[in-house]
Nanobody, 120 residues
């Protein structure tokens, strides 16, 4: 069973930065699609970023392009989401996901989420 644990969320002022981490157990990040999703209160879940090992590419939602960066540390089985120039609309619970079908669809395993709050 894949277990994912996110960390790094918190409260930050607009324009600030946070780096989210996602650590996996019983799984290695080198053969799947690893994604970051977020969900704000009253809003639908949104895909933020995804890296597919099969395609070797990283995708980003238009709303975060140029501000967020996905990275991985395969040696330690951790992936990161560096978030810069944060805005109040980035406030949400952020989730790390793993899709073994490489789909970046979020149908696979999810972590428990970490809260990001951006104040204006």
């Amino acid at each position: 069973e894949v277990r994912l644990v996110e960390s790094g969320g918190g409260l930050v002022q607009a324009g600030g930065s946070l780096r989210l981490s996602c650590a996996a157990s019983s799984f290695t990040f080198d053969d799947a699609a690893i994604g970051w999703f977020r969900q704000a209160p009253g809003k639908e879940r949104e895909g933020v970023s995804c890296f597919s090992t099969s395609a070797g590419t990283t995708t980003y939602a238009d709303s975060v392009k140029g501000r967020f960066t996905f990275s991985s540390d395969n040696a330690n089985n951790v992936v990161y989401l560096q978030m810069n120039s944060l805005q109040p609309e980035d406030t949400a619970v952020y989730y790390c996901t793993v899709d073994l079908d490489y789909s970046c669809s979020g149908v696979g395993s999810w972590g428990q989420g970490t809260q990001v709050t951006v104040s204006s």
